[in-house]
């Protein structure tokens, strides 16, 4: 089922909450809920087959019109929906934010510092992955997107502490959880001895992501950046 049609169904799972029926069961015919949706019959009915499916309502069908209550199942869906939204409204940061670049070729020290087992080992910890030897370099190109990565500062990062080998010191570093394309998580990282200003963007994963998205200098991508609570 597609996002779009779970939000539909939802909205109709809401607007019976609405008329009581989460608390007793109410006699609602398809014609008046199509009337307070805002929609066709035929639709609202289908919505409440679906709803019926997932078990999220009981319906009985009479002469006077379909007798429904809400089910445990879909009370339950209802306070997730609750406390998603009361987690957006309260939050002090948003969720996330997006940013987009084009490839380009980096200088190749992503390799050599995300190879270092110091720091290997803190992002298996940290991030929950071992990440491969090398980093995804991309070039912000609006001043919205450069000014939204310069905004990042403010927000709470995973803390890559430094430390010292091979008589040299390596930086400490920032990262926050990315998710790329929508499709692989990996994660943004700053200030690990990084020469690149603020317009790009170096993004480590547990794959190599120009071949497993088979990127090529200058194509566009897009960066979800998970931000903590």
Aim: a positive charge; glycine letters at 6%.
């Amino acid at each position: 089922m597609s996002d779009r049609y779970t939000w539909g169904i939802l909205h109709t799972l809401l607007k019976l909450a609405a008329m009581g029926a989460h608390k007793r069961t109410a006699k609602i015919s398809t014609e008046y809920l199509a009337r307070k949706l805002a929609m066709s019959q035929q639709t609202a009915s289908r919505h409440l087959i679906k709803l019926d499916q997932k078990g999220w309502i009981n319906r009985t069908m009479t002469h006077e019109g379909t007798l429904i209550n809400i089910t445990s199942t879909g009370v339950e869906a209802l306070n997730e929906l609750y406390s998603s939204l009361r987690v957006l409204i309260e939050s002090t940061y948003p969720p996330s934010i997006t940013l987009e670049g084009c490839v380009l070729t980096g200088l190749g020290e992503g390799a050599y510092y995300t190879s270092r087992d110091q720091y290997r080992k803190q992002f298996i910890e940290k991030l929950g992955f071992d990440p491969y030897p090398g980093t995804l370099n991309l070039k912000l190109l609006t001043d919205y997107d450069i000014k939204t990565r310069n905004e990042l500062k403010v927000y709470p990062a995973i803390k890559i502490e430094g430390f010292i080998s091979e008589n040299r010191s390596f930086g400490d570093g920032l990262c926050y959880p990315a998710i790329i394309e929508n499709k692989i998580k990996g994660a943004l990282i700053t200030a690990i001895r990084s020469h690149y200003d603020a317009s790009i963007l170096e993004i480590i994963a547990p794959v190599c992501l120009r071949k497993k998205l088979h990127l090529k200098n200058d194509q566009k991508v897009k960066v979800e950046v998970l931000l903590l609570p």
